[in-house]
């Protein structure tokens, strides 16, 4: 695929109104995503700290507790 190709393939752009209608229903779906991916990675960074923490007996349960209210 070169960029002469993409120029001379002809394209078919869908009306304003009809893009305009997929990105109103479309928009909070993909925030709903990357809201959940940053989630996700908040969740891991605190996994990845607490738990070497919590499985060496360095914190104990209540300690991790504090921690993670600390953070939020």
């Not at 752009?13 to 993909?30: N, Q, R, V, W």
């Not at 990845?48 to 939020?72: H, N, Q, T, Y």
């Amino acid at each position: 695929l070169s960029t002469d190709g993409i120029k001379t393939t002809p394209t078919i752009m869908p009306p304003l109104s009809l893009m305009a209608k997929f990105g109103s229903l479309s928009y909070p779906i993909f925030e709903r995503i990357f809201s959940s991916l940053k989630e996700n990675q908040r969740l891991a960074e605190l996994r990845d700290f607490l738990l070497p923490k919590l499985m060496s007996g360095e914190i104990r349960l209540k300690d991790a507790e504090r921690e993670v209210e600390a953070a939020v």
